[in-house]
């Protein structure tokens, strides 16, 4: 009975997003504004943008399942202040976006965005879930560097961390997130960010991603930190560091 709820009921599960207009909120990133762009199947895809200054890149953000646009507001901004560009994508079917939420859908949603990106290099940045889906869009483009945060190699494997009794890889077959395959053709800076307190993915996760990717890469581990609080705990300013040590070009 338990299986056949997760299988009927998996995608509701994985992206539960909530209801919140988009538009309404765009505030809580100051100079931001709201554009759509067209996914290969014609849904349109929001997303906060605020220009980067000259020689700066664009962050390519990706938010978790259980996160929003919003609720980035605080970290983007951070970013935001010292000059770099922010790209922020809203998921399909979240916010009062229309389209239906599936991996396949999301990866193809991401990539679209990337691509619309006119000009100027791309860090892509992700959390939870937007960490697969970042690591998606740098397996599949070239981007400046990667940026994850509190990130799974397996969501399948996280599944049945939580729920050992349940074939969680068998009846994920269509929603696997498999980052620590795609994170092997990443060639690039990579920074990693975990708490070891996170209950939600264990930092183990990150480290089977982390072990699986190529060099350049730093983990940055913090003390207590549990899965979206990673802020109170300082990743804003390890992430600048990490950006200002990108070489320029």
Known sequence: MACGGLLAFRHDLIYPFRD??????????????????????GVS????????????????????????????GPKLTELAVQGHGIIAMNYRGAGGATGEPS???????????HDAIADGPVVVYGTSL??????????QRTVRALILETPFANMCETAEHHYPLIPACWLLWDERWESRAAITTYQGPLLILH??????????????????????KEFVTYPGGRHNDLRLHGSGQEILRFLKALPRG
């Open 20 to 41: 919140w207009p988009v538009a309404d909120q765009v505030s809580g990133l100051p100079g931001a504004v709201v554009r759509e762009v067209t996914a290969p199947d």
């Open 103 to 113: 991996q396949t859908q999301i990866v193809a949603d991401a990539l679209a965005v």
């Open 45 to 72: 895809v929001i997303t906060w943008q605020v220009p980067p200054q000259k020689g700066q890149p664009y962050i390519l953000h990706f938010t978790g399942n259980a996160g929003s646009l919003p609720s980035s």
């Open 130 to 139: 937007g960490a697969a889906v970042a690591v998606q869009v740098a397996a």
């Open 195 to 216: 708490g070891d307190a996170d209950r939600i993915v264990p930092i183990s996760e990150g480290r089977k991603l982390f072990d699986a990717a190529n060099e350049p």
